[in-house]
């Protein structure tokens, strides 16, 4: 089975969870709009993993990356970890500090994330799954992007405007700090990118 193979298979039993990677960012569905939204379908891989705990009666929900997609080429079957650091350094409500950032990369769990749901697809789609070895971890992070505020959503403007420096002044660290993380990772083709470079990187896979 080519990596091509078994996300027509997901994509045909999941229909209804194909949607570009924008639907799944949160900051995206908010008061904020990026001005560069992406066009590559990914499947919902959240909602997978749902189906898959009430099929078998699991309660406690295994961790999970965001999204699945595959390549332009279809050589490439990719596991998609979407975060919000700029939601992250709007929102947070204790200082800010390259510590802070350090212990909130640590709760993202990315290697746990990215196991259980190799298990989940090989458990839900195709005992080969693990023949297909070309897979690639894409860290999706909305640091770097620029984004357009919506100026008629004045209680949301001012909210951002108040933390928008420090916000700034911290996204660097962020970036870094995710990088160390990944570093570690061995055998699997890490990439952390930027969103607004998703379909970029897509095609270039």
């Known amino acids: 089975m080519t990596p091509r193979d078994l996300f027509k298979k997901l994509r045909m039993q999941h229909r209804s969870l194909v949607s570009p990677l924008c639907r799944l960012h949160s900051l995206c569905q908010s008061d904020y709009h990026c001005n560069r939204p992406t066009k590559t379908p990914v499947i919902n891989f959240d909602k997978i993993k749902e189906q898959y705990c ?7 929900m295994p961790p999970s990356v965001d999204a699945i997609s595959i390549s332009q080429s279809g ?7 979407l975060k919000s650091w700029v939601k992250y350094l709007v ?19 990315f290697r746990e994330k990215l196991q259980s749901s190799m298990k ?14 070309n897979f690639a971890y894409l860290i999706v ?8 505020i919506d100026a008629a959503k004045s209680f949301a403007l001012a909210m951002f405007s108040l933390a928008e420096t ?22 699997i083709n890490v990439r952390h990118i ?6 970029k990187v897509i095609a270039s896979l």
Request: aromatic fraction near 10%.
């Open 141 to 148: 992070t909305d640091a770097e992007a620029q984004l357009r």
């Open 75 to 81: 050589n490439t079957f990719c596991f998609i970890e």
């Open 166 to 187: 420090s916000s700034r002044k911290w996204r660097p660290e962020c970036i870094a700090a995710t990088d160390r993380a990944i570093s570690k990772f061995r055998g």
């Open 54 to 60: 009430k099929k078998r009666n699991i309660i406690y």
């Open 194 to 199: 930027s969103c607004q470079d998703f379909d």
């Open 120 to 133: 989940i697809c090989t458990e839900m789609s195709d005992r080969d799954f693990f023949k297909v070895n």
């Open 91 to 109: 929102h947070t409500k204790h200082d800010i500090s390259a510590g802070s950032i350090n212990r909130q990369v640590k709760r993202y769990h």
